[in-house]
């Protein structure tokens, strides 16, 4: 991972962004403490889980050397910056019709992994220098299966994986939402209305008829939709509180 104009440029974009809350190292006293903050955990949680690590005898290799990027909240000019930092993400960031929501920037491997939504919010893994698809966890179709292994080996927490597990089933949940007929509000205004002569009611927007019975499953699949979507965001905002669902929603269907 060649920087270009040294580490004092990419020390301060990091800094940056770490002060405007779109940057973490995931595996820092700092990070914890804010966490424990923001969520009523225990100050300790952090010294806690180096413990348990400790028991399990992993070394202290793993502290400090994951940054999460929240790259989709972060301004054009903060992008632009890291691009002429890190020339090879040019093609990932400004040059694709999706850009990534979050890089995962591994400071022991020397690697940076790119994760998104794309078309119909299904999530996409690149590896930045090569643009090379990663099936990470097994949760694309395609793409390099190893890969993961040694970007994650000193991510004994697991933070990688629920940050995409957590991407993927959002998209999934959005893409499932904009699939179901009108919305939550539309639905309700259409089971309240009059049917007509065939029992037929009709939700704004739309063109077909429906029966009833399909409305109350418009509306019980829209609000699984959004459990499902607080659930991932959940997940997210633990590491990101500032995130909203909409933020992700790419809107190409």
Same mark, same amino acid.
């Given at each position: 991972?060649?920087?270009?104009?040294?580490?004092?440029?990419?020390?301060?974009?990091?800094?940056?962004?770490?002060?405007?809350?779109?940057?973490?190292?995931?595996?820092?006293?700092?990070?914890?403490?804010?966490?424990?903050?923001?969520?009523?955990?225990?100050?300790?949680?952090?010294?806690?889980? =180096?413990?348990?690590?400790?028991?399990?005898?992993?070394?202290?290799?793993?502290?400090?050397?994951?940054?999460?990027?929240?790259?989709?909240?972060?301004?054009?000019?903060?992008?632009?910056?890291?691009?002429?930092?890190?020339?090879?993400?040019?093609?990932?960031?400004?040059?694709?019709?999706?850009?990534?929501?979050?890089?995962?920037?591994?400071?022991?491997?020397?690697?940076?992994?790119?994760?998104?939504?794309?078309?119909?919010?299904?999530?996409?893994?690149?590896?930045?220098?090569?643009?090379?698809?990663?099936?990470?966890?097994?949760?694309?179709?395609?793409?390099?299966?190893?890969?993961?292994?040694?970007?994650?080996?000193?991510?004994?927490?697991?933070?990688?994986?629920?940050?995409?597990?957590?991407?993927?089933?959002?998209?999934?949940?959005?893409?499932?939402?904009?699939?179901?007929?009108?919305?939550?509000?539309?639905?309700?205004?259409?089971?309240?209305?009059?049917?007509?002569?065939?029992?037929?009611?009709?939700?704004?927007?739309?063109?077909?008829?429906?029966?009833?019975?399909?409305?109350?499953?418009?509306?019980?699949?829209?609000?699984?939709?959004?459990?499902?979507? =607080?659930?991932?965001?959940?997940?997210?905002?633990?590491?990101?509180?500032?995130?909203?669902?909409?933020?992700?929603?790419?809107?190409?269907?």
């Amino acid at each position: 991972m060649k920087l270009t104009g040294g580490t004092e440029r990419a020390q301060k974009w990091i800094s940056d962004r770490k002060a405007e809350g779109k940057l973490i190292d995931v595996y820092s006293d700092e990070w914890y403490a804010n966490r424990a903050a923001s969520e009523s955990l225990s100050q300790s949680w952090f010294n806690d889980l =180096k413990l348990e690590f400790e028991q399990l005898e992993f070394d202290d290799e793993y502290l400090h050397h994951m940054l999460v990027v929240h790259i989709g909240g972060c301004g054009e000019e903060a992008k632009h910056e890291l691009v002429s930092v890190y020339p090879p993400l040019g093609e990932v960031i400004g040059a694709r019709l999706h850009q990534p929501d979050f890089l995962f920037i591994n400071l022991k491997t020397q690697q940076i992994l790119c994760a998104g939504l794309g078309r119909n919010n299904r999530l996409f893994i690149l590896d930045a220098a090569t643009g090379t698809s990663i099936n990470a966890f097994g949760m694309l179709d395609c793409g390099d299966e190893h890969y993961i292994d040694s970007f994650t080996a000193l991510d004994h927490a697991t933070f990688v994986e629920d940050i995409l597990v957590a991407l993927s089933q959002l998209g999934n949940a959005l893409d499932d939402y904009s699939r179901t007929p009108g919305n939550p509000d539309s639905v309700e205004r259409a089971l309240d209305s009059k049917p007509s002569v065939d029992s037929i009611y009709f939700i704004e927007g739309e063109d077909e008829g429906f029966s009833r019975e399909e409305l109350i499953g418009f509306k019980q699949s829209h609000e699984k939709s959004a459990q499902r979507c =607080k659930a991932a965001m959940g997940v997210i905002n633990s590491f990101f509180p500032d995130c909203f669902d909409g933020d992700f929603n790419t809107g190409d269907y």
